[in-house]
């Protein structure tokens, strides 16, 4: 018989036997709830982590980047070595050593934990970098013992299914390293402006540091926190025998320094068509408009940076110009100088485009003086001809806040202001479509709207080159006479419309040519009269101009409405030989392995692909769609070259250059444009308040659009060659009073000399510029052999509605 003892000893036995199978059996249930769902490792292996979009100028400037993650993917292979071992010797010694998970390194983390919870401080993990891939890339951030025990199991699961390499990529690429930056690459970029093989050893190290917090140690606000820690990564690299002692030494000397804000571009002129191009690239997805923000394209684009930058400032200038010549409209606000301005003034910020401008405040306002103090502190005053357009205008007084910049001429300030009026600039390589410059706008800053693309306005007399196109492409010619005098019609609203020309005048019996140099409004309405209003607004649609065009009469004089891209494109058809081009934003779509998704130019060759045999090269198919005769196209092109030697445009020609265009000003004077070409680009400039009211009296396209034009051109064209257009192959060029013109053959003109004078020969006027009543004789015209024309005067066009 069993003493009660052990009885007892028995039964408890037998108790603890039961609990340990219970919770044995508890355990099993447990794993196999924690781990039933568990990923093996393996589809890490083509994993893709959320890439942006960058986007690139033609000649792979970084102009922009989309995105909900800053992150640049790199390659294991184009990741410096100094910059895998500052990880290593910060996260991961053992890396290369363990199979996912270092015990050591647990060890030693379990240890210092204890020192840690005794003083208070946050425990340490000992997690390798494999389980940190683990974590970050297949599991979630809580702190639970489950948690932790799949980040062991998913280690080990990842060490058999991935190289180390692979891992250390993973790893590097995905990592938060603060300054909204995932990842090397794009941390390189936002804190140091560079890729990552150009970072020094400190600065390789510094990006290291990051991971166990970046925001405690960011040198905008823990400067000395973050040279300890960049500095204690030094020392471990050293340790680890990564670098010698001496390089150590002498990286822990350089300083910390960084931008002030994460930015990827160095480029910023292009924020209009940057914004554009992400609207069209969506639409390239239509299954996934968001992809361009998740699987990392690369976007390359048509822009030229050189001209982007010339045409943000000429069109800056010329607003700002404008607006001063309208006068200065006040003070943004008023405090009390002795008050605390700086932080009022310092929540109103000038455009980010003009980086010279500052707050400042009047502290002391006469006619004769204006002492100013600017948010930074320094004291001025303005100079004398700022101060005289103030007080022509609203004035200046004590407490005024205003926008000053120092003066770039020499001693004090000038007063800014930015302009209410808008506008946009377009520049377009009329062969390709490829759009080289656009601006939305004065500044991105302060508006978004992208005038170039979606302000609807009335084009005014700009339209009329595709009037006169569709004249010539019927029975008109370069030899025509048309009647400049009164005419009333039924208008669209069943009212009777009588137009008139800007100066209220008649001209009589004009060259057809004249209507356009002069814009003469009662000319261009008598050929639509002629060539019938169906045909010319069904034209105006095939080459471009709208999607849908009115067949009213007031069309042909700019009633409707058309957005300056799709304008300034559609004279491209007056450069290269009648062609509609499309004009385009994104040249190519490249996919993270560089496989091209999207190519602007979709022309076939079918040859390009085959071995160069040494015959001569492939043949490709001009880009477009042919719409017009290119003789018809070069005619009007001729006659817009009169526009700036002898029309509205006439102050371009002092850059001495074959060009053409022409001016365009509607009712009121709401909008002003000027659309011209040289012989490889055509940029379309419009002017105006979004609002649609007046620009004010006399502010024509000549007056407030031409002069931005100028600018802009005068830049674009230094230094290059002068290049003429290309003449038609099948025109027949005949001499007409002392000017070539180009005809279809057979539409030239026939007489010949001696013959009979039955009466005037309308083909063979001669005029004083702004003085022809009626035709008069002159020699006969000779074929094919161009004369030089007579320096002509002209007396005041103005540019008509």
Same mark, same amino acid.
């Given at each position: 018989?069993?003493?009660?003892?052990?009885?007892?000893?028995?039964?408890?036995?037998?108790?603890?036997?039961?609990?340990?199978?219970?919770?044995?059996?508890?355990?099993?249930?447990?794993?196999?709830?924690?781990?039933?769902?568990?990923?093996?490792?393996?589809?890490?292996?083509?994993?893709? +982590?959320?890439?942006?979009?960058?986007?690139?100028?033609?000649?792979?400037?970084?102009?922009?980047?989309?995105?909900?993650?800053?992150?640049?993917?790199?390659?294991?292979?184009?990741? &410096?070595?100094?910059?895998?071992?500052?990880?290593?010797?910060?996260?991961?010694?053992?890396?290369?050593?363990?199979?996912?998970?270092?015990?050591?390194?647990?060890?030693?983390?379990?240890?210092?934990?204890?020192?840690?919870?005794?003083?208070?401080?946050?425990?340490?993990?000992?997690?390798?970098?494999?389980?940190?891939?683990?974590?970050?890339?297949?599991?979630?951030?809580?702190?639970?013992?489950?948690?932790?025990?799949?980040?062991?199991?998913?280690?080990?699961?990842?060490?058999?299914?991935?190289?180390?390499?692979?891992?250390?990529?993973?790893?590097?690429?995905?990592?938060?390293?603060?300054?909204?930056?995932?990842?090397?690459?794009?941390?390189?970029?936002?804190?140091?402006?560079?890729?990552?093989?150009?970072?020094?050893?400190?600065?390789?190290?510094?990006?290291?540091?990051?991971?166990?917090?970046?925001?405690?140690?960011?040198?905008?606000?823990?400067?000395?926190?973050?040279?300890?820690?960049?500095?204690?990564?030094?020392?471990?690299?050293?340790?680890?025998?990564?670098?010698?002692?001496?390089?150590?030494?002498?990286?822990?000397?350089?300083?910390?320094?960084?931008?002030?804000? &994460?930015?990827?571009?160095?480029?910023?002129?292009?924020?209009?068509?940057?914004?554009?191009?992400?609207?069209?690239?969506?639409?390239?997805?239509?299954?996934?408009?968001? =992809?361009?923000? !998740?699987?990392?394209?690369?976007?390359?684009?048509?822009?030229?940076?050189?001209?982007?930058?010339?045409?943000?400032?000429?069109?800056?200038?010329?607003?700002?110009?404008?607006?001063?010549?309208?006068?200065?409209?006040?003070?943004?606000?008023?405090?009390?100088?002795?008050?605390?301005?700086?932080?009022?003034?310092?929540?109103?910020?000038?455009?980010?485009?003009?980086?010279?401008?500052?707050? =400042?405040?009047? !502290? @002391?306002?006469?006619?004769?003086?204006?002492?100013?103090?600017?948010?930074?502190?320094?004291?001025?005053?303005?100079?004398?001809?700022?101060?005289?357009?103030?007080?022509?205008?609203?004035?200046?007084?004590?407490?005024?806040?205003?926008?000053?910049?120092?003066?770039?001429?020499?001693?004090?300030?000038?007063?800014?202001?930015?302009?209410?009026?808008?506008?946009?600039?377009?520049?377009?390589?009329?062969?390709?479509?490829?759009?080289?410059?656009?601006?939305?706008?004065?500044?991105?800053?302060?508006?978004?709207?992208?005038?170039?693309?979606?302000?609807?306005? #009335?084009?005014? @007399?700009?339209?009329?080159?595709?009037?006169?196109?569709?004249?010539?492409?019927?029975?008109?010619?370069?030899?025509?006479?048309?009647?400049?005098?009164?005419?009333?019609?039924?208008?669209?609203?069943?009212?009777?419309?009588?137009?008139?020309?800007?100066?209220?005048?008649?001209?009589?019996?004009? +060259?057809?040519?004249?209507?356009?140099?002069?814009?003469?409004?009662?000319?261009?309405?008598?050929?639509?009269?002629?060539?019938?209003?169906?045909?010319?607004?069904?034209?105006?649609?095939?080459?471009?101009? @709208?999607?849908?065009?009115?067949?009213?009469?007031?069309?042909?004089?700019?009633?409707?409405?058309?957005?300056?891209?799709?304008?300034?494109?559609?004279?491209?058809?007056?450069?290269?030989?009648?062609?509609?081009?499309? +004009?385009?934003?994104?040249?190519?779509?490249?996919?993270?392995?560089?496989?091209?998704?999207?190519?602007?130019?979709?022309?076939?060759?079918?040859?390009?692909?085959?071995?160069?045999?040494?015959?001569?090269?492939?043949?490709?198919?001009?880009?477009? #769609?042919?719409?017009?005769?290119?003789?018809?196209?070069?005619?009007?092109?001729?006659?817009?070259?009169?526009?700036?030697?002898?029309?509205?445009?006439?102050?371009?020609?002092?850059?001495?250059?074959?060009?053409?265009?022409?001016?365009?000003?509607?009712?009121?004077?709401?909008?002003?444009?000027?659309?011209?070409?040289?012989?490889?680009?055509?940029?379309?400039?419009?002017?105006?308040?979004?609002?649609?009211?007046?620009?004010?009296?006399?502010?024509?396209?000549?007056?407030?659009?031409?002069?931005?034009?100028?600018?802009?051109?005068?830049? =674009?064209?230094?230094?290059? +060659?002068?290049?003429?257009?290309?003449?038609?192959?099948?025109?027949?060029?005949?001499?007409?009073?002392?000017?070539?013109?180009?005809?279809?053959?057979?539409?030239?003109?026939?007489?010949?000399?001696?013959?009979?004078?039955?009466?005037?020969?309308?083909?063979?006027?001669?005029?004083?510029?702004?003085?022809?009543?009626?035709?008069?004789?002159?020699?006969? &015209? !000779?074929?094919?052999?161009?004369?030089? &024309?007579?320096?002509?005067?002209?007396?005041?066009?103005?540019?008509?509605?």
């Amino acid at each position: 018989m069993l003493k009660s003892s052990e009885r007892w000893f028995q039964m408890a036995g037998v108790a603890l036997m039961t609990v340990v199978a219970i919770a044995g059996f508890a355990l099993t249930i447990y794993a196999a709830w924690l781990f039933h769902d568990m990923p093996d490792g393996s589809e890490l292996a083509d994993f893709r +982590p959320v890439n942006s979009a960058r986007v690139f100028a033609w000649d792979g400037t970084l102009i922009g980047e989309y995105g909900q993650e800053r992150r640049v993917n790199v390659p294991y292979d184009r990741i &410096p070595e100094r910059m895998r071992n500052a990880f290593l010797a910060a996260e991961d010694r053992a890396f290369f050593q363990h199979s996912g998970v270092d015990v050591s390194g647990v060890s030693r983390a379990m240890l210092k934990n204890v020192y840690n919870f005794v003083t208070g401080r946050r425990f340490e993990g000992g997690s390798t970098i494999t389980q940190q891939v683990a974590k970050n890339l297949l599991l979630g951030n809580e702190r639970t013992l489950g948690r932790k025990l799949k980040e062991v199991i998913l280690a080990r699961r990842l060490e058999s299914s991935l190289s180390k390499e692979q891992i250390l990529e993973l790893y590097m690429n995905d990592i938060y390293l603060g300054y909204r930056s995932y990842g090397v690459g794009s941390a390189a970029f936002n804190y140091f402006g560079k890729p990552v093989d150009q970072l020094s050893l400190a600065q390789s190290a510094y990006l290291a540091a990051l991971p166990k917090g970046p925001e405690n140690y960011r040198p905008t606000t823990h400067k000395a926190a973050a040279m300890a820690r960049r500095n204690w990564v030094i020392d471990e690299m050293a340790q680890a025998g990564f670098v010698t002692r001496a390089e150590a030494e002498e990286a822990k000397k350089e300083d910390l320094i960084v931008q002030d804000k &994460p930015q990827r571009a160095h480029y910023h002129d292009a924020d209009y068509f940057v914004s554009e191009v992400e609207l069209r690239a969506r639409k390239l997805f239509p299954n996934d408009p968001n =992809a361009i923000y !998740t699987d990392g394209y690369y976007i390359k684009t048509t822009l030229d940076p050189k001209l982007q930058t010339y045409a943000r400032q000429a069109l800056m200038n010329g607003l700002e110009t404008y607006d001063r010549r309208h006068g200065w409209r006040g003070a943004w606000g008023n405090e009390k100088p002795a008050s605390n301005w700086q932080r009022i003034a310092a929540e109103k910020e000038p455009p980010s485009e003009r980086a010279r401008w500052i707050q =400042a405040i009047v !502290t @002391s306002a006469t006619k004769g003086s204006v002492a100013i103090e600017t948010i930074t502190g320094d004291k001025g005053s303005l100079i004398s001809s700022d101060i005289a357009w103030a007080f022509a205008g609203r004035g200046l007084k004590t407490g005024d806040l205003i926008f000053v910049e120092p003066n770039p001429e020499g001693s004090g300030y000038r007063l800014r202001q930015v302009p209410n009026v808008n506008g946009a600039l377009v520049a377009v390589d009329p062969f390709t479509g490829r759009t080289l410059a656009m601006v939305g706008g004065y500044s991105y800053s302060v508006s978004k709207f992208n005038r170039a693309t979606q302000a609807n306005r #009335q084009p005014g @007399s700009s339209i009329k080159p595709f009037v006169y196109a569709v004249a010539l492409e019927r029975d008109f010619t370069p030899a025509s006479i048309v009647e400049d005098g009164p005419i009333t019609m039924m208008g669209g609203d069943g009212k009777m419309w009588s137009p008139q020309n800007y100066e209220h005048d008649y001209m009589g019996p004009q +060259p057809i040519r004249r209507g356009i140099e002069l814009s003469r409004n009662l000319m261009t309405v008598r050929l639509a009269q002629k060539v019938g209003i169906k045909p010319i607004t069904q034209k105006l649609v095939e080459y471009g101009i @709208s999607e849908k065009v009115p067949a009213e009469m007031s069309m042909v004089l700019g009633a409707g409405e058309v957005t300056p891209f799709n304008l300034t494109g559609a004279y491209s058809i007056f450069v290269n030989g009648g062609r509609k081009i499309r +004009p385009h934003l994104i040249d190519q779509v490249l996919d993270r392995d560089g496989k091209v998704v999207y190519k602007a130019d979709d022309r076939a060759c079918p040859v390009c692909a085959q071995p160069f045999n040494g015959t001569e090269s492939p043949r490709l198919t001009a880009p477009g #769609q042919s719409v017009m005769n290119p003789i018809t196209a070069y005619q009007v092109n001729s006659f817009m070259q009169g526009v700036v030697e002898r029309g509205t445009a006439r102050s371009a020609a002092s850059l001495g250059i074959p060009m053409g265009g022409k001016t365009g000003t509607t009712n009121d004077y709401r909008s002003a444009w000027f659309v011209g070409f040289t012989a490889d680009m055509v940029v379309g400039v419009f002017v105006g308040f979004d609002d649609n009211h007046t620009l004010g009296d006399k502010e024509t396209g000549s007056q407030a659009a031409l002069p931005i034009w100028i600018d802009f051109m005068r830049n =674009a064209t230094k230094g290059k +060659p002068k290049k003429d257009f290309q003449k038609p192959r099948d025109a027949v060029f005949v001499s007409i009073r002392g000017r070539e013109e180009a005809f279809k053959p057979g539409t030239e003109p026939k007489y010949q000399p001696g013959a009979e004078d039955d009466g005037p020969r309308p083909y063979l006027d001669t005029w004083t510029d702004g003085d022809l009543q009626t035709p008069a004789p002159v020699e006969a &015209p !000779t074929v094919q052999t161009p004369a030089a &024309p007579k320096k002509k005067t002209l007396d005041d066009a103005s540019e008509l509605y």
